[in-house]
């Protein structure tokens, strides 16, 4: 295995922002990832575990430890009957190309979570979810490195703690484990997925009924091309939703309609109530971040070469050249604007990495 040093994060990720690692090693087998862990202990680093780079921002100094980066695919089959089959992932298998794996041999479960870019190990991270689909909906176990020991795990899908964009892997045991591969079920007769209105509406108009997995796959990578730039370039480097949509109890979402009903003009006030209705939720109700980034007039703001997005606002786009000063400057304003216009506080999606303690706290405060 070769370490090599003070290597450029900047690449590796999809925003094209970034400084470099002090090590970066990428890593196939165990006894990869132990000499890894050895190199990083010895030295006292800290380790930081690098997928796709597709949901992270690096500093403009860098990451100061030792960066392990998986790269051993793999897709295996474990079993299968009539009804289901279960799978294993190596980590550093693309994530969507396991999506397409799946659809392609008509197996349920992942098609709505097309066209998500990243290793497959990282999904668990922050179980990635989209068009009413998630990771966690077809996890059964995850296979893990014990950072501290190099010893091995399996945990069930109930230790990972999944929940909204989050696993214990980003929360309770963050930075405890790199994720080997994880085994996964789908099920052989399933149901489209298509409460979302894009995806409704997408068929709406083809007067598409019944549509196949290789339809609805179809149509997710239609709708997502649409709304957010897939970061295939240097211009449109970014992270997805670099913000995280809200999550509100009933006592929240009035205080919010009454807060715009205030601020705003009544034509405003319609519009959340109807997003509410078009955005199905269960027990909590879920208010686009976008919606209210638009209504705070937040839509294509720029600061340096950072911009956000104009169809989908939620994206922080490296529109060439932007730092990740450029990147928290702007996401900085974002929060600001809208806690002081509609009083809430929007959490950020990505993983930063390599910044200070007082970078950190700079961007999060809020006066
Ligand atoms: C255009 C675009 C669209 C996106 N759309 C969506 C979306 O619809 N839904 C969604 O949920 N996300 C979305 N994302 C975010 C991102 O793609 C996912 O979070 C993805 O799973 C990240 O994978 P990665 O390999 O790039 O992880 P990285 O960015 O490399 O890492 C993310 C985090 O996971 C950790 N990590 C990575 N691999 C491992 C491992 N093997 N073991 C332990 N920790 C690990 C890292 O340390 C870091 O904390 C989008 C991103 C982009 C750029």
Known sequence: MVITEAEPLRPYTTFKIGGPARY?????????????LAHAGKRSLPLFVLGGGSNILVSDSGFEGVVAHPIC?????????SEAVILHVNAAETWDDLAQFAVERNWWGIENLSHIPGQAGAALVQNIGA?????????????????????????????????????????????????????????????????????????????????????????IISVRDRKCPFPREERNGNAGSFFKNLSLVEAEYAGLCEVIGRN???????RLEETRRRFPSSDRIKIPTAFLLEICGLKGHRIGGAQVNESQPLVLVNTGGATAEDVTALARHVRRTVHQRTGMTIDIEPELVGFSSQELKYLYSLE
Do not use: W
């Not at 970066?24 to 890894?36: G, I, K, Q, T």
């Not at 399933?190 to 019944?210: I, S």
């Not at 705003?264 to 319609?270: I, N, T, V, Y």
């Open 73 to 81: 695919r793999g897709i295996e089959i474990l079993h299968q009957d």
């Open 264 to 270: 705003f003009s009544p034509r405003e006030l319609a």
């Open 24 to 36: 970066f090693a990428p890593a196939a087998s165990l006894e990869e990832f132990r000499e890894v």
């Open 131 to 219: 068009y009413g689909q998630q990771v966690c909906d077809v996890v059964q176990t995850a296979q893990v490195m014990e950072i501290a020991t190099g010893a091995l795990q399996v945990l069930n899908a109930a230790d990972c703690g999944f929940d909204y964009r989050r696993s214990i892997f980003n929360s309770t045991a963050r930075e405890e484990y790199i994720i080997l591969g994880f085994t996964l079920l789908l099920t052989k007769h399933g149901r489209p997925q298509l409460d979302y209105p894009d995806v409704r509406d997408y068929f709406r108009e083809r007067g598409t009924k019944q549509p196949s997995l290789a339809e609805i796959r179809q149509a």
